[in-house]
T-cell receptor, first 113, second 113 residues
Framework: EAAVTQSPRNKVTVTGGNVTLSCRQTNSHNYMYWYRQDTGHGLRLIHYSYGAGNLQIGDVPDGYKATRTTQEDFFLLLELASPSQTSLYFC????????????FGKGTRLTVV | GEQVEQRPPHLSVPEGDSAVIICTYTDSATAYFYWYKQEPGAGLQLLMS?????DRKEEQGLTVLLNKKDKQLSLNLTAAHPGDSAVYFCAKGTGGLSGKLTFGEGTQVTVIS
């Protein structure tokens, strides 16, 4: 069964801290995405990738780095976390194409205090 | 860039009644449009997708209308039941990728028994 697994599911860090969110997909998909969800904004695309070693900038990339180490694994890095990055983060994967199914993980709730 | 505005942010619906959620988008490009459902602690579940050459689509108690003249997408839930209580998001595909989406702000639907 197609799956996108995010870890950790919950994370609390301090301002200025270093955080890595992990995402693994077992769907053999080329494309992976990181979104953040905030009340009043819906989901907004941070970064995405179309394969190992590739990184594309999304709509709200400031303060975030990402790395795609393998086809399965996509990481989101916050090197100097700020309270404004407190959010619910979703990873997703899809095959190539305009109407292929998109699989979302269950989300990581990050709190920056 | 593309913007999607979704209304209302909250909707209370008596069980058995219908509810309508409306999204207004800005760009006119040919695209796929999507409706997602989010339940607490879960990822996003795709309800329906429509291509921009479609005006109306019905599936399993849901009706999606696409008014290209007014740049509006709507979701009609008929005969609401408690399992319909969730957050609903509209989204528009961008950049030719199914996972590269511009989301509306979301609508919290509560079905009242």
């Amino acid at each position: 069964e197609a799956a996108v697994t995010q870890s950790p599911r919950n994370k609390v860090t301090v301002t200025g801290g270093n955080v890595t969110l992990s995402c693994r997909q077992t769907n053999s998909h080329n494309y992976m995405y990181w979104y953040r969800q905030d009340t009043g904004h819906g989901l907004r695309l941070i970064h995405y990738s179309y394969g190992a070693g590739n990184l594309q900038i999304g709509d709200v990339p400031d303060g975030y780095k990402a790395t795609r180490t393998t086809q399965e694994d996509f990481f989101l890095l916050l090197e100097l976390a700020s309270p404004s990055q407190t959010s619910l983060y979703f990873c997703a994967s899809s095959a190539r194409g305009r109407n292929t199914e998109v699989f979302f993980g269950k989300g990581t709730r990050l709190t920056v205090v | 860039g593309e913007q999607v505005e979704q209304r209302p942010p909250h909707l209370s619906v008596p069980e058995g009644d219908s509810a309508v959620i409306i999204c207004t988008y800005t760009d006119s490009a040919t695209a796929y449009f999507y409706w997602y459902k989010q339940e607490p602690g879960a990822g996003l579940q795709l309800l329906m997708s429509v291509f921009s050459n479609v005006d109306r689509k019905e599936e399993q108690g849901l009706t999606v209308l696409l008014n290209k003249k007014d740049k509006q997408l709507s979701l009609n839930l008929t005969a609401a039941h408690p399992g319909d209580s969730a957050v609903y998001f509209c989204a528009k595909g961008t950049g030719g990728l199914s996972g590269k989406l511009t989301f509306g702000e979301g609508t919290q639907v509560t079905v009242i028994s």
